[in-house]
Each structure stands twice: as structure tokens, then as C-alpha cells.
């Protein structure tokens, strides 16, 4: 029999992403399921998962570089554009395949983050994100005057992800199979993020992320005992913005069109939302966090028509659908920050606790 | 060359409202070390509590400004001893976040009760304005910088010489050593919270007053304003005053320059430069302009 | 090993009967039985409101109309045959990102759009509009409508505004020395091309352009530059608050011109309350013209003006406390002209996407009773542009929405401009 959680003899056991026979069962389950989803549920839900997966993508990369190394950014929504341009551009005006782009647009992205990650050298704590925050108005700028790779404020269209004939976003009609446009988009979307998780998951579990959990905790004690403090918060930034990139050219080829206005500041608000909702500092936390910041606002339209105070078209007497879920994500940020600081995470990893322990759970 | 005169005197005029935006900053993290996101939405909420109460109580402006500006400091406190009193003692961060989903949650009240329509706010200077040899200036725009120049002479001898205002530099400095030795730490962080408010009305005022009008999108000058706060040091009142008039008038000047001088840079450059600035300033001075170091630890 | 393999089974059976749940895609889209199901997204919440929720109201004020009155959609048919209208309302916030997010919730549930408000927004959602080939009502004029094959654009396109403006003042015989401050964004632009081929059909310069953002707080530049440069006509492609403020900078700077708005760059509330009117009501009802499509005045009923007359009785009726408002008119106008495709689907019995899309095509001089001159659509570019005349109003708070003609006219050049 495998031996309780928490008992380590070698140091592989430790940092090992799967630990025992129950932890491989349940990843099992989980391929199962995210394979089958697609079947189960209509077009509708689909598509907030794969808002999910996308914006996953993104908060894992605002997780790396706030919430393990401690470098507070208010700009993600800047790399998010960058990527989702680059992705029209190579993919639209030059036509190039989706195998070519996404990673182009990851690597313009991390390029980026080295170009801002020196400032983070400088400038401490709320003065970065300020910083940052200047990110987002530089980024509506540019994106607004570099007319012909933009297409100025208007925006302009994003292809699908495709190679020659084969369309991921229609692998349907590409292949003669069973699927329609949110499905085989869904399908494409969660391998991506499989391989996203799997890679921070190993950044962190290794030297990189204990170099940046020593920054963010102690960064002059840090330096002290030899981390190489400005190399890791570079990569840091390169890491995130990479991530934040790669979840914009996914996002961009999702939704077909972007303009200048969505990359603005409450995007950059949402994902650190993701975050601080999800649990700062842990990977899947990124994950729980953007499924509940997605799924939230959906829910509550479904909702809406039921409750008495909320008027659909905002003519009348009650408050609006959006309104509400304003609220409701203000409050989100404030309650789970007051009362639940470690987030769903650290629900999540309390409740596995209480059954693992069950019944000693005292 | 009038032209550049009466440019710069309008950038002056939009420096003394950034100015006045970017004292609530400084009130706010002088006392507490936070940067307040919500101040854009409490100078919403104090603009229009100033309009309902003309509008709706039928108050003169002289009564409904310092009511207004009673019920904000009331709104600060109230926000103060709700939530940010649970999180003395958490990384300013966590308390940068809440400001940004109270802004959220403000902002969605303010227009659930006011709707979204452009309205007068009502104020008594109106359109009157006068020459001074070519240059022209609203009259409104003299009373902005009377009222920056008076609360930020207020702020200055407050800071520094009332057992206050000490308290508060004090709490801002380090938090647990101002506890230690007996600063009631939850009453200063409530009275910096109330000054806040009040001024913040003043602020909102100043922004909606001719030829602006009172609008939900008022919170957003707030963002305009940060470089204002940020260059001239964000616990400095002074640096508040400079920092806003500068950026005032190099926003307006650049705004009517560009287009002439450097076509090449596109469209709405204005509104970068003022951030270009702060990132700039900030390379050299990190604490701003006039900005305190702050001591770091091992 | 056989509790795994049990454990696998079990969710396997579980897998296959979730994905039997699944729903199958409906074949008549948006018609289920006798009811037609449209949609709208607009913007409820945001700056633009002003512009969203009187606009809506207008839609559903005039589809409570066909459904309660008129006893439903086919006039052709007997009362029990009709079909009913179902509005499905979904707000963008303005926001582009979010505009794609309600086109993909309803996409499955409508037969066509009869509002898409906003130019960034509707292009957003085209590549899919083309995709889906559902046909969508613009509640924007820009000039790009009539170039796409699926989007039905309710007005002249914006650029006619312009020309038509200029057009009366070489009437009148002036010769303007024209400046123009617009939003920095396509709309902005948008007038920027009216006004230049303007200058270049009727000969005059433009001496001084000017941008401002929608966030900024002061005026002054743009104003002193149409000032320094001594612009006596300065024409604005701006919205309510922009405008506003750049009246109320030039009213401080002691400059004078005459101002010429496109129709989103006025809102009624900008000349203030009965009790409190604006400080510079004065200047404006002297310095300012607002452009718009040409139509009745608001609570003008006289002969060509029927559906001015409908839409008062209406307004009156079902309008429960939407005050008199310019964009009222302009949903209810749009929805008129939709009600009107959707007659022809009728009469041409094929009332399916495909088949609204042809009747779109074959509608032709359809009378709107002075709520729009009368439109025509067609298969190619030019033929989708519905009409191009325009109405020149001055301020006046005494009318009921501030509004007072002071010219109707459609200019041939209008014709003459490049819209495809």
C-alpha cells in the first residue's frame, strides 16, 4: 500500500506531481471527463469552459509573477493584446499556421516582459503596480495608433487556429467528424492548458519557483544566501507575460475580433480577481479562480429572470443584469480578501484535509 | 505666443483639478500606505450627493457642498470600519485590491441611483469668467485652485505640526511600532478615511463643475490624475500641488502641439505622456518627486 | 485492479447518458410555432446609456405595437395566422468583448438582430454574423454597413450628415472656413471623411482638425486650435458629453462659431432643467446645429407625418415614463423598418434566416410616414443605402425634445460619395 500523504523519504517523493495510486485514479477521471464534456453539455456552457481554459491560461501566468514572486501587476491585459495582435498579424495578414503563431505570440510576450521586468528592479511593491497599471494605458496607445498591424480603434479580425486545411476551431467540417465549432474549440483549447498547468507546475515545484516564493517572502534575504534576485524577477515577468500572451492569441482566435478597448484595465482587474478569488499562490487555484469569475456572471443571467429587483432592460425600476454581477465581483474581491484570504485554493486544500483526516477530522 | 499663454493658464486650470484629485491620494496613503483605487468613485458619490441635495433637497450649493461633504466623511468612516479595519495588519496589496472592488461596487450604486444620463451640476460660478490681458479664465477654474491652495495649506500644517496629523505619518511609517507605543491606530486610519471623503467631494466637484458636466464617467479622471499623485510623491502634499499642475499643463500643451509638431506619434498621445512621465520620473526619483524613502529590512 | 476497471465503467455509463441530455439543434431557428423570437444587444449600462436604454424602448415600444394593435407580424394573414414578436434584450455594456459574448447566447434563439448598437461592437460580432448569416440591424450609421451583405443599416450613414450640412451653407451662399474636432475612433473619423469630400465637392477648407479622447477632462486644446486657426464653422463628430464641454470651452474662450453635430453628438439633457437650465443654454441655442436623418419633428403630425403621429400615440400608450427623446425615435423608426423585412419574408413565404435576408434584398420604397424618408434596399452595396437625406435642427428648449427644424434637405452629392 502507498503511504500516507505527507511522509517523504526521498526528495523526488517530494516534489512529485503525482504521489500515490489515489492521486493517478483521479487524473484519470479528470481526462475522462474534460473529454466527455463536450458531449454532455450544450454549446452555451461550453463556451464559458472555454472562456475558462483561456482565461486559466492567463491567470496562471499573473499567478507566477504576483502570487509566487511577490511582484504585484496591474498590466496583464498589455501582454494579453500583445499576443492576441501578434496572432492576427501572423496568422492574418501572413497567413501563417496556428503552430507557428501561438508560440510567436508567447515568445513576443516574453520578450515584452524582459523589456518590463527591469523596472521591477527599481520600483517596489504599490510603485510597480502603478507602473504596470501605465502598461495598460501605453498598451491602448499603441494598439490604437499602429493602424496596420491593428487596425486602429476599431480592431480588427483574428483567424481561426488552423494548419493549411485542418481548422482547430472546426475540426468538424475539416474532418469529417461529429463536432461543431464549440466543441472541437474546446478540445483544442484544454491540451493547451493541460501543457500550461503541467509546465508551472513544474517551474514551481523546482529551483525557478523556490528562487521566486524567496523573493517574494525575504527578497534582501534572499540575495543574501545567493538568488540571483534580478535574473529571477526578469523571468518572472518573461514566464507571466509569456502565459499572458499565449491565453490572448488563444482569446483573439476565440472570439474572432479585438479592439484596443479589450485589453483595458478592468481586464487586468479580472485576472488579479482570478487570482486573489482562486488562491494566490497556488497553481490550480488559477484554475478554480477564472471558472469562478467566468462562471459567476453567467449564471446570474440564467438566473435574472427570476429575481424580483433585477429589470433585463434597464428601462424600469430594478438594476440591471450587469449591475448586479458588478456587485457581486466587487463584493467577491472584498469578501474572499477580509475573510478567505488563501481563496478557493485554500478552501479547496481545508476540505481535502477534513476528509482525509475524516474521522479525525478534529 | 497668446495662445500658448492662455493654453498654459487652461492647463493650469486643469492642474488645480488634478491637483485636488491627486490630495486625496496623498491623504490616503500618508496615513495608511495604501493607494486609494476607489477615490475616482467617492469623488463620484461626493459630486452627486452635491447635486441631489440641490436638485432633490432644494439646498443652496454653500449648505450642500459641506453636507455633502459631511456625509462623505461619514462614507469614508462607514468603509473604514467595515472593512479595512479586518485588514490592519495584511500586505498593502490585499488592502489595494479591496479599494478596487469597493470602486467597483460604488461605482454600480452610484448609477443604479442616478442613472447614466450627462446632467448640470449646478454650481454657482456657472459660465461667469474674465480677461486678463487676451487670456480668458472661467471664474471656476480660479475657485479650483483657491480650493487647492486652501486645503493643501490645510494638509501641510496638519501633517505636520497637529498631534493628528503626526499620528498619521507615524501609523503610515510602521504600522506595529505606531501601536507599540499607544497611537490608536483604528481611529487614525478612520480619521484619514473621513478626510478623504470630504475631500474627495471637493475634487468631484471641481471635475464636474463648467463646462463638464456631472456623469458616471467622472471616476475615470481618477486614472488621469494618478501620474499627478505618483510624480509629485505619493505622501507629499506639496508634491501633489506640483505634480498636478505639471501634468496639467503638459497634458493640454502636448494635446495641442502634437498634432503639429509630431503628427507621426498618432492620436490621444496626451494621455500616455502623462503616465510616460511618471514611469520616467519614477526611473529617477523612485518615491516620486517629493516623496519619502521608505526603509527596507532584511 | 478491479476497482479501478468498476470505476471506469461506472463513469463511462455516466459519461453516455449526460452526452444523451445533450440538445439537439433546432432547425427553424428564432420561429417556434406563431412567435418570432428578435434580438437585441445594446448598450444599458455605461456612458452610453444615454443612447441605449431610450433606443431600446423605442423597439419595444413599437413591438408591443404589432403584437397588441396590429395582432402580429403578417398583415396578409388572418389574426389567428400572424405571428407574434418575442424580444430577447441583452446588454453589451458597450463593450466589444462583451457584445460577442451575448451574440454567442443568443445566437441559437433568434431569427434576426433588430439592434446592434455601437460601430467597434457590431464589427466584433460580423465575422460570426456572416458566419451564422443572421440578419442584423445596426443602430449606428456608420458607412461600412451597406458594403456588408448581412447588416441593415436604418439611416443615412453618417458622412451624408456632413455633406448634407454642407450642402445648406453653400445654399445660403457661405463659403466656410471649416473646422472639425472628432472622437478619437472610427466614428470620429467616419465624419472626418463626410466632411472632407464635402470640402473637395464644394470647395472649402478645412482649416484646423482636432481629437480628443472620451476620458479627457479639458477642452482646451482642441478648441483653441479651431480658434487659433479661426475656423468659423466647426463641425463635431463627438457624443453628448464631448460636446458639452467643448461648447461650454468655447463660451470661456469667447469663440463664437457655428457648430454642426452629427445626431450622437447631442443628447437632450444638455440643455439642463426647466428649473436649472445649462449656463450656456444661450450660446448653444445661437452656435449650435445638430445633423440627424431627415424627419418629422417630435410631435409634428402634419401631412407626412403619419408615423410621426403613430409613434406619439404609441409613445403614449405603451411608452409608460420614457420621456421624448431623439433616439427613442430612432429604435422605433428601426424596428418599423425591421417589421417591415419581416413583412415582406412573409409575403414571400419563406420566413427563415435565409429567407428575411432575401426579402431584406427585395425591399423596396417603403413609405415610413415621415419617420424616415422613404427607404429601399438591394442586393449590391449602393442599394443598401437606405436614403440620404438629412434635417438641420437648432436648440430650442421650448420644443419637446429641444429640437427645432431649421432645414430638410437631400443633397445629389451625397450620392456621389464613395460608400462602397
Redesign the interface.
Known sequence: MSRPAGLHTRYDEEIALLRNRADR?WL??LA??LV?TP??????WL?VLTFTAISAIGAIGLNLLTGYTGQVSLGHAFFLGLGAYTAAYLGGDLGLPVLVWLPAAGILGALAGVLIGPFALRLKGLYLAIVTLGLVFLGEYLF?NLRSITG????R?IPSPRIGGLNFADLGASLGLPF?REQSFFLFVVPILVVAVVAAKNVVRSRPGRAFQAIRDREIAASIIGVDVARYKVAAFALSSFYAAVAGALLGSY?????P??FDLFVSIQFVAMIIVGGVGTVYGSVFGALFIVLIPRLV?QVSPLLPFVD?????AGV????LNQIIFGVLIVGFLVAEPAGLAGIWARLRTYFRSWPFSY | MT?LL??TV??L??GA?YALVALGFVVIYKATAVINFAHGELMLLGAYLVYALQ?EAGLPFAVALPAAMGLMALVGFGIERAILRRMVGRPTFSVVMITIGLAIVLRQMV?AAF??????L?DPW??S?F?LADV???VVSVATMAASAILFALFFVFFRTSRAGVAMRATAFDQEAALAVGIPVHRVYAWSWMIAGATATVAGVF?AA????L???LG??A??AFPAAIVGGLDSPGGAIVGGLAI?VI???V??YQ?LLLPALG??V??VTAYVLMIAVLMVRPYGLFGTKEVERV | MSR?LR??AL??VA?LV??A???E?KTAVGVVGRTITLGQISA????V??IG?PL??GQ?VYWQYVNDVLGGVGQKLSKEERYKVELV?L?S?Y???IQ??QY??MK?KVLMITQSLG??HT??????INEDKILTAAATLSSDWPKQKYVVATGAPYPAQFINAAQYLKDKGITPKAGIIYQ???YGLDGVKGLEFAAKEFGFQIVA??????????????V??MK?AGADYVFLAST??AT??I???A????YAPQFIGLSPSW?G??T??AE?P???LG?MQKQFWVVTDAQCAWGDTKVGCEGMKELLDNHKKFG?D?PPDYYFIFGYTQARVVHQILEKAVEMGDLTRAGVVKAFESLKNVNMGGLLNPISYGPTCQEKIPATGSTIWRIDPAQPIALANVATLDSPTVKKFQFC
Open positions: 485514479i484519470a477521471l475522462v471527463i466527455a458531449f454532455a453539455i450544450d454549446d452555451f463556451s490604437s486602429g480603434p476599431q480592431g479580425a461543431d472570439v474572432r475580433h479585438v479592439t478597448g479589450s443571467e433585463p432592460s434597464g428601462s424600469g440591471t443584469v450587469f449591475t | 495662445d492662455q493654453l487652461q492647463g486650470a486643469l483639478v436638485a448609477t442613472g447614466f444620463d450627462s446632467r448640470l449646478g456657472g459660465s469668467q480677461a480668458r479664465l472661467n471635475l463648467f463646462p463638464s458636466s456623469s458616471p464617467s475615470f479622471a486614472f488621469r496639467g497634458e493640454v500643451l494635446q495641442a498634432p492620436t490621444s496626451h494621455v | 479501478l470505476a471506469l463513469i463511462t459519461v449526460a452526452t441530455c445533450r440538445q439543434v444599458l449600462t455605461g456612458t446609456a444615454v436604454k431600446t424602448k419595444e434584450t446588454d455594456q463593450r466589444p468583448d460577442v459574448q454567442n447566447a441559437d460601430t467597434a464589427n466584433a460580432i460580423l465575422p460570426q478619437d475612433d472610427d482638425r482636432a481629437t480628443y479622447k472620451t476620458t479627457d477632462t479639458s477642452y482646451a486644446a482642441p483653441t486650435a487659433t453628448p458629453t458639452g464641454t461648447l461650454g470651452t463660451a470661456t474662450l469667447a443628447a439633457a444638455l439642463g432643467t436649472k445649462s449656463p450656456i450660446f409608460g420614457q
